[in-house]
């Protein structure tokens, strides 16, 4: 059977075309009711038409050049155009993963030099730039952790993963995937791991801990030290989930709290973009005893250096877990980490995190009366606050996030983490000025005050954009795409 599909040429008659033997391959996979049985109604516009349709709905996004943007966990706020520039520079744009090795000498260094920076500041051995993403490392490190164990004969016997209560969502999923049974472990009244509800958890079925500190209520585990050991003492080893660590760089280091395994998110703490979900990096650092597991290939110095070879591939690790990335991660991503740390260099970097946490208690504290903390504290780089009173006008923190929208500005993290309800998760970043911090806290404050004179209208936000309330999920999940542009 020779398939035929239709192809739509603007300006032209609907074509049938027929299918290449390889396209009429995939097309017969397809099952039923998958295939159009029509051209699709594209419209016909001109480049400028099109030009400004997008324009158009770009300017209805928030976005951090244009807004402040609190978000709290996950993102870095701060792309500097640098960056992008030097991820764009054609000696290391346009180098193909396949080119020879010679040729790519300039890439290699930078990666190598790179895994130098992240040990420094992480205090670990060596460092995996492979990994694609903040979950993807933590996938990465647990199946360190689980051939570590395999290799020392207990395989069937270190089964389980700890996890506490405040961690990010991600880590329990994570050990999950890599093959563990997870055990969650509570916090205490200071939003810190419960140490007597670990030492009930712990025993000789303990593969490790996944810790993410400072935690999900941006609050350093003041009890970092005596975690390790409890965990230590019982066989099991410590992964510290390093995506928070734009709030201690140049302070303390998970490598000198005795930690086994760090992964860092590039696309937060080296401000890196990580728009939609990707693409980022999570390089995974290790210490010691995980360090014969590292993934393939590894970037190391040529055995023999020529002038023209300095540095070289190596797949030469017996106990390597392998490959993990087709290729060797989001070379372009750590570039734009790499600047990033030579641009700010050691007392930069140090100085970013004390401004991170400073904006934070700052916020914190202007804000603190009217939207108080779950945990009344001095926090590191972000804060989880709750509606406060609002909520006895039947204000909920969706409300006081649409409103927001209203006055200019992005949302913080609502509802995560799941330990505090009506959960606002506010990170105001180390590089906005003093007067957009005091701006927020105004508006808040306002909100605030409307939540007690008019909570109808926080009901209705946002109000003042082109669409109003969605039903989210139902958006997402069934969107209703149609093309707006009339000029
Ligand atoms: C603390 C923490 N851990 C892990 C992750 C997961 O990172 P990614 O989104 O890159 O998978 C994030 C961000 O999402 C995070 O904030």
């Known amino acids: 059977m020779q398939l035929i599909y239709e192809r739509s040429v603007p300006g032209r ?24 049985d029509k051209a699709a109604e594209l419209p016909e516009v001109s480049e400028l038409q099109a030009v400004r349709h997008f324009m158009e709905l770009s300017g209805e996004n928030l976005g951090v050049d244009c807004n402040f943007y609190p978000l709290g966990s996950c993102t870095m706020k701060y792309n500097p155009k640098v960056n992008e520039a030097v991820a764009a520079l054609p000696g290391f744009a346009g180098v193909h993963p396949y080119v020879e090795i010679y040729r790519a000498q300039g890439t290699l260094r930078m990666l190598y030099n790179l895994e130098q920076y992240l040990c420094e500041i992480t205090g670990m051995k060596a460092f995996t730039l492979a990994p694609m993403a903040g979950a993807h490392g933590e996938f990465v490190g647990m199946s360190m952790i689980r051939a570590y164990h395999d290799h020392r004969g207990e395989k069937n016997q270190r089964t389980t993963v700890l996890v506490p209560d405040s961690s990010h969502g991600t880590n329990p999923a994570s050990a999950a995937i890599a093959g563990f049974d997870i055990k969650a472990v509570k916090s205490n009244e200071r939003g810190e791991v419960d140490l007597d509800d670990l030492r009930a958890h712990c025993d000789e079925h303990t593969a490790g801990i996944m810790l993410t500190n400072p935690n999900t209520l941006g609050l350093f585990e003041t009890k970092i030290l005596e975690i390790q050991k409890i965990v230590h003492g019982v066989g099991g080893l410590l992964y510290y989930d390093g995506a928070n660590l734009n709030a201690i760089m140049g302070k303390c280091r998970p490598g000198d709290m005795g930690f086994d395994v760090v992964h860092l998110n ?9 728009g939609g979900g990707g693409p980022g990096s999570g390089p995974v650092g290790v210490s010691e005893r995980l360090l014969p597991f590292l993934p393939t290939p590894r970037v190391v110095k040529a055995p023999v250096e020529t002038p023209e070879i300095e540095f070289v591939w190596s797949r030469d690790f017996p106990l390597s877990i392998g490959r993990v990335a087709t290729f060797y991660g989001n070379v372009g991503v750590c570039l734009k980490a ?16 004390e401004d991170a946490v400073l904006a934070a208690n700052y916020l914190r504290v202007k804000l603190r009366e009217k939207f108080p903390t779950a945990y009344d504290r001095i926090c590191m780089h972000e804060f989880v606050a709750t509606p406060g009173q609002a909520l006895d006008k039947g204000v909920h923190t969706l409300d006081i996030a649409k409103r927001l929208i209203d006055n200019g500005i992005h949302p913080p993290t609502i509802y995560f983490p799941l330990i505090v309800p009506e959960a606002i998760m506010i990170e105001p ?17 306002k909100i605030a005050d ?30 209703k795409l149609a093309y707006g542009c009339q000029g």
Request: with cysteine; glycine share 6%; charged share 25%.
């Open 266 to 274: 590039l696309h937060k703490t080296f401000s890196t973009p990580h």
């Open 450 to 479: 409307e939540a007690q004179s008019d909570p109808e209208l926080l009901h209705h936000a946002p109000v003042t954009t082109s669409i109003g309330r969605l039903d989210e999920t139902a958006a997402a999940r069934k969107p």
């Open 429 to 445: 970043t180390e590089t906005e000025p003093l007067a957009v911090l005091d701006h927020f806290a105004d508006v808040m404050l």
């Open 338 to 353: 790499y600047a990033y740390i030579r641009s700010l260099g050691a007392a930069g970097l140090k100085e970013a995190s």
């Open 13 to 36: 008659k609907t074509s049938q075309v027929p299918a290449c033997d390889v396209a009429e391959e995939s097309l017969e996979k397809l099952s039923g009711g998958i295939l159009r």
